[in-house]
Structure formats: C-alpha cells, structure tokens
C-alpha cells in the first residue's frame, strides 16, 4: 500500500493521529521523497513516568510507524510493509525535548527490491537512537519490519 499523500500533506496529518498528538508527539520534518523525517516528543505532565522523566511507552510511540511509512512512501504501490518486530533498550532517562532521525538509503532501498522481487518476504531491520537536547542518547530501538512485493493478479506474477 502506497500513501496516498504527497509528504507535507501525511506529515500534516500524521500530527493529527491521536497517538501522535496526545503524547506531544510530532513529526517535524519529512523529506519530500520520504527519505528521512525527524520526529520529536515534549515533555509534558501527562507523558513522564514517576521518575519525572518520559514514560518508555511514548518512546516507544514516536517510532513506531516511521520506518513503515517511510517504506511505504518510497516503494510506492505494490508492496505490502508493516512493522514485525521491535525492541528497546534504554540507555538514561528522557527528559525535556526528544529527537529521533530515521533515514532509508538507496542501497537499504535497492537491498528490499531485490529480496523481494519475485515476492519473498524481507525482514529489513532498522536501528534508531532517540536523543535528548545535549544530544545524548538516551533509548536506542531496533526495529524489524515485513516487507512483500504483491502482485495485482497471477499472470503478473509469472510474468
């Protein structure tokens, strides 16, 4: 499935999702082609944890669908992608404004298209560390997604 957005609209509305927009979650910045976006929590009194820092579900949240979209975006029509897997590990606690970069490369890119060009499913696997303003990391993600060139009918397929 293909978003059906150019970027700046999806980013619009992603920023509307309420998983997004009640955890003061927003995407910032989303490159045209979809190659990157930076997406950023604020702290705020209903998103900290009893430490009084950022609770891990809401880091958890802010890259949740990203890579997937981004997937999305750049493979167009034709694929099938979702996240499979995901893992945190928190590395100090998250205070104040948090940042998380995700970028896809041509050659991560070209890798996909060719694991599944006759269909196979591919696992990609993405490592995405969210930092705090002095620019420390404070959780680092590993997420897998499922990605699967569909075919519209059989002939298309043996073709």
Known sequence: MA?????????????????????????????????????????????????????????????????????????????????????IDFIKPGKGKLTAEFRVSEEQLAMIREATECGSKHHPEFVVEVIDARGEVVCRLHRTLYVRKVYANKQERAA
């Open 3 to 87: 978003i059906p957005f150019s970027a700046a609209a999806f980013r619009r509305l992603i920023n509307l999702w309420p998983p997004f927009l009640f955890s003061s979650i927003k995407l910032e910045h989303l490159e045209p082609d979809y190659s990157y976006c930076r997406v950023v929590l604020k702290e705020r009194p209903w998103n900290r944890n009893i430490n009084r820092s950022h609770f891990g579900g809401s880091l958890f949240s802010m890259t949740d669908p990203i890579y997937a979209l981004l997937l999305m975006g750049k493979l167009g029509r034709g694929y099938r992608v979702w996240d499979k897997a995901a893992s």
